[in-house]
């Protein structure tokens, strides 16, 4: 089923999804006029064929189909579905056999956080760790908010991820490596979790690179008692679904990024923030910005590459990076980075 904002035309776009992230991103569109006309498709094909761009915002394994109908129609496409960088790299020479742009993750994290390590990354080549943290509290004690696709963030507390410790990629189970955090005053924790950014394992002068989720303190004790109660099968899923997503609360969705190369400590810090009664939550507001500015760029010709393109490449360009960071300023989203020097890596 087609939900139509507007008739596809040559100069319009085309969200796959109808999902909060895809309204979210229709909605930023709109306002910074990126198109004429944006239409959001549950079902897609030849509804593509005369749109300028394709946006990628589907759920699970749906997400797959952003890039066949990107691929068969000769579109280029941004992508925010919870797709690993394995899916696209392993069709990289297709995508640049038919002469389109891919741009992949282009979310929050994955997407605006790769964007950073990019930057960092070509400005430091010595960096030898890296921390990443994200996720979402609520200022309500031990309460998760429910801000973003239920399946996905469901399917992330059940996959096992891979993570560099002492310069070794090492495999761990959902929750390993579970730690007590404070953020804003909110008690949270935090576990390894698979992380998008798995292309950046490869790099051989990381001896440390960990993605951890952050959760609200008792998390997994609540995710454990809804999977073993049966509440996530299969057939109960979409009636839990709608419980845990009805309840409405102030809420903040956060990153920290920590990078230390041989004598300097970098910590960047990202958040999102909503009020219970706003029509966007925090989830929505930190991940949407970022696609809907890459859209822009992209259709003004801002940026020129071809073939398979991920949001580390688009952080190395200044132009692109300081146009990101201004944008999502001025939709509301806090970035800070803080730089220390530290004793010479040993």
């Excluded at 929050?108 to 390590?117: E, K």
């Excluded at 070794?168 to 998008?196: T, V």
Aim: glycine content about 6%.
């Amino acid at each position: 089923m087609a939900v139509i904002i507007n008739e596809p035309s040559k100069s319009g776009i085309v969200i796959l999804g109808n999902g909060r992230i895809a309204r979210a991103i229709s909605r930023y569109l709109k306002k910074n006029k990126t198109a004429d006309k944006i239409t959001l498709l549950t079902n897609a094909g030849k509804e593509v064929k005369g749109c300028a761009l394709i946006i990628g915002a589907l759920a699970g394994s749906l997400g797959q189909d952003c890039l066949k109908l990107a691929l068969r129609y000769k579109k280029p496409l941004i992508d925010v579905s919870d797709l690993d960088a394995e899916f696209y790299l392993e069709r990289k020479t297709r995508i640049e056999k038919s002469g389109i742009t891919v741009i992949a993750g282009c979310g929050f994290s994955p997407g605006l956080v790769n964007l950073i390590l990019g930057k960092e990354l070509s400005l430091h080549p010595d960096i030898q760790e890296i921390e990443v943290k994200a996720g979402s509290l609520s200022p309500n004690k031990s309460f998760f908010p429910f801000l973003w696709c239920f399946e996905d963030l469901i399917l992330e507390h059940q996959i096992p991820s891979w993570q560099i410790l002492k310069g070794k990629k090492k495999k761990f189970p959902p929750f390993a490596g579970y730690r007590k955090e404070k953020f804003f005053g909110i008690e949270a924790e935090s576990y390894l979790c698979a992380s998008g950014f798995e292309n950046l394992l490869e790099k051989p002068e990381l001896k440390s690179f960990q993605c951890r989720v952050v959760r609200p303190d008792g998390f997994m004790t609540f995710f454990n008692f809804l999977q073993n109660q049966g509440f996530l099968k299969k057939e109960n899923l979409m009636l839990s679904k709608k419980i845990l997503e009805a309840r409405k609360e102030d809420n903040f969705t956060l990153s920290e990024i920590i990078l230390l190369t041989k004598n300097k400590k970098i910590i960047w810090r990202l958040k999102s923030r909503s009020r219970k009664e706003e029509k966007l939550n925090s989830m929505q507001k930190i991940t949407a910005v970022v696609p809907a500015l890459i859209a822009k760029m992209l259709l003004d010709n801002k940026i020129k590459p071809s073939g398979l393109v991920f949001m580390e490449d688009l952080g190395k360009d200044k132009r692109i990076f300081d146009s990101v960071l201004k944008g999502l300023r001025k939709e509301g989203i806090a970035i800070s980075k803080h730089q220390l020097q530290t004793r010479k890596y040993t």
